[in-house]
C-alpha cells in the first residue's frame, strides 16, 4: 500500500508560482510512475502531468505545457509540479498520483484517472487576479 501526500499548495497571484510535493511512502517509489491531477469546482478531475519512473520521460497536458514541470527525486521518494505562470484557469484540487503500468509512447507517458492505483487527498489552489 502506497501513501502520497501532497503540500506546496496555497494562494498565488497570477502569473505567479507555485511548487507542489508529494510524498511517497509504504512502497517502491522508484516502480511508479507518478503524475499530477486537478479536479476544479464542477468539473472532472483532469490530467496534467506525468514522469517517468526515472524522470527520464515526462508529458503535459496542452494547457499547462511550457509553464508547468513535472521532476522527482527518487532518493527522497517525492515527486515536484512547478507551476509558473499561473492563470486563472489553473485553480483547482491537485493530486498526486502514482502509476505501476502507465500508457507508453514515443517521448510521451500518461496516466489515465480510472487506471491510477494511488491517489494523494489532494491540495488547494488558489490564484488570485
Known amino acids: 500500500q502506497v501513501q502520497l501526500v501532497e503540500s506546496g499548495g496555497g494562494l498565488a497571484q497570477a502569473g505567479g508560482s507555485l511548487r507542489l510535493s508529494c510524498a511517497a511512502s509504504g512502497g517502491t517509489f522508484s516502480d511508479y510512475a507518478m503524475g499530477w491531477f486537478r479536479q476544479a469546482a464542477g468539473k472532472e478531475r483532469e490530467f496534467v502531468a506525468a514522469?517517468?519512473?526515472?524522470?527520464?520521460?515526462?508529458y503535459y497536458a496542452d494547457s499547462v505545457k511550457g509553464r508547468f514541470t513535472i521532476s522527482r527525486d527518487n532518493a527522497k521518494n517525492t515527486v515536484y509540479l512547478q507551476m509558473n505562470g499561473l492563470k486563472p484557469d489553473d485553480p483547482a484540487v491537485y493530486y498526486c498520483?502514482?502509476?505501476?503500468?502507465?500508457?507508453?509512447?514515443?517521448?510521451?507517458?500518461?496516466?489515465?484517472?480510472?487506471?491510477?492505483?494511488?491517489w494523494g487527498q489532494g491540495t488547494q489552489v488558489t490564484v488570485s487576479s
Open positions: 514522469i517517468s519512473w526515472r524522470g527520464g520521460t515526462t
Open positions: 498520483a502514482a502509476d505501476l503500468l502507465p500508457t507508453v509512447g514515443p517521448g510521451r507517458i500518461e496516466l489515465a484517472t480510472g487506471r491510477v492505483d494511488y
